[in-house]
């Protein structure tokens, strides 16, 4: 592939969302970027990006809490509690041991559930690029034009 090329393949997935300073203001936006409705959250000095609509039944990520649990920055969703780690989009939750006494909760993953996309800045510019690694991931469901147009029209 020649620069050319290489600067073509990027730019079809990297779009300019908004100027540092009024992203950092707002903490969190929702981006639709090509065909993806997106939560760009600027937390604790560091920029995420994340499907607006959780994998468990689309709720609106926007209005979750961010907590950390076992060390890992989660967003809480408001509908059902489920805990989706901002870094990667893991399902988390906590499992008990029964033959395990006392019973002692421990955290796990459910794996990869909900799409993640990268954020980066350059002067003063933020840019989302999104993730379209192959291989659906749970999230993607609530990307479909169905869910697109139920949800942003509430
Ligand atoms: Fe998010 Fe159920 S819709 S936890």
């Given amino acids: 592939m020649s620069s050319d090329e290489d600067v073509a393949a990027v730019s079809r997935h990297t779009h300019f969302i ?3 300073e009024n992203m950092i203001r707002a903490r969190r936006v929702v981006k639709s970027v090509g065909e993806r409705d997106v939560l760009v959250i600027y937390h604790q000095g560091d920029f995420h990006a994340i499907d607006v609509r959780c994998y ?19 967003i809480v969703c408001p509908w059902h509690k489920y805990k989706i780690t901002l870094a990667e989009g893991e399902g988390l939750y906590q499992a008990v041991d029964p033959s395990v006494k006392p019973l002692k909760p421990t955290w796990c993953s459910k ?15 933020v840019f ?7 291989g659906p991931i749970d999230s993607d469901y609530y990307q479909t034009e169905k869910y697109r147009n139920t949800f942003l029209k509430e």
């Fill in 56 to 74: 468990h039944s689309g709720g609106p990520l926007q209005e979750g809490d961010i907590e950390d649990f076992d060390g890992r920055t989660c």
């Fill in 18 to 20: 908004g100027k540092k």
């Fill in 111 to 125: 794996g990869i559930k909900q799409r993640v996309h990268t954020v980066t800045v350059s002067n003063e510019d």
């Fill in 128 to 134: 989302l690029t999104l993730n379209d690694s192959p």
